[in-house]
């Protein structure tokens, strides 16, 4: 089946600093990748979409020069969070659209918390 | 606007029991609907969708939903709860503009007691 990967799991950082989360497809092309953050006990909040190729669309309210995001190609998609504060700790999660597959299914990473102290 | 409601923020149940999340929906035009579970720190996993067809939808892990148009609602069912069901379940709609993003319910926690 369709396998979505994200590296690092867990990532601890310090306030200032910034921290990059790779989003990875393993055995297939994803033309399209989301970005979601979920906050303790709370739904999934989409932040942006990604094409490889060309911009990410950010949803309203989610900085995007807070929230970089690259997809450079048809299996990765990275998002760096910069200049992270505390408030910027949180689950992120991808998805991915197979490229050959149907339109209405995203295959989810396992997500990567991330700690800011 | 679209959006998903699920109205129980926790839902208990014996083991052996059936078991129902219940979800509903508004959309403009043809409302396409997903279930997912995630256990603790880990993504989400796909249960079943509804895109069209039968109004009774057979998924993963035993699992199943009802669409239910007229009172536009989706509720996942299970004829007999396993303590391994107790996870975090999504109910899911698929956004009617671009990139076919998807809009997620609050979630609810289903416990399943030995």
């Known amino acids: 089946g369709a396998v979505v990967s994200q590296h690092p799991s867990r990532v601890i950082c310090k306030s200032g600093t910034s921290v990059k989360i790779e989003c990875r497809s393993l055995d297939f092309q994803a033309t399209t990748m989301f970005w979601y953050r979920q906050f303790p006990k709370k739904s999934l909040m989409l932040m942006a979409t990604?094409?490889?190729?060309?911009?990410?669309?950010?949803e309203q309210g989610v900085e995007k020069d807070k929230f970089l995001i690259n997809h450079a190609s048809l299996t990765l998609s990275t998002l760096t969070v910069t200049s992270a504060h505390p408030e910027d700790s949180s689950f992120y999660i991808c998805?991915?659209?197979?490229?050959?597959?149907?339109?209405?299914?995203?295959?989810f990473g396992p997500g990567t918390r991330l700690t800011v102290t | 606007a679209q959006s998903v409601a699920q109205p129980e923020d926790q839902v208990n149940v014996a083991e052996g029991n059936p078991l129902t999340v219940k979800c509903t929906y508004s959309?403009?035009?043809?409302?396409?609907l997903f279930w997912y579970v995630q256990y603790p720190n880990r993504g989400l996993q796909f249960l079943l969708k509804y895109i069209t067809g039968d109004n009774l939808v057979k998924g993963s892990y035993g699992f199943e939903a009802e669409f239910n148009k007229s009172q536009t609602s989706f509720h996942l069912k299970k004829p007999s709860a396993l303590v391994s069901d107790s996870a975090l379940y999504f109910c899911?709609?698929?956004?009617?503009?671009?990139?076919?993003?998807?809009?997620f319910g609050a979630g609810t926690r289903l416990a399943v007691h030995p």
């Open positions: 998805s991915a659209r197979d490229r050959q597959g149907s339109v209405y299914e995203q295959y």
């Open positions: 959309v403009s035009g043809n409302p396409y």
């Open positions: 990604s094409n490889e190729g060309s911009k990410a669309t950010y």
């Open positions: 899911a709609v698929r956004f009617s503009g671009g990139y076919n993003k998807l809009i």
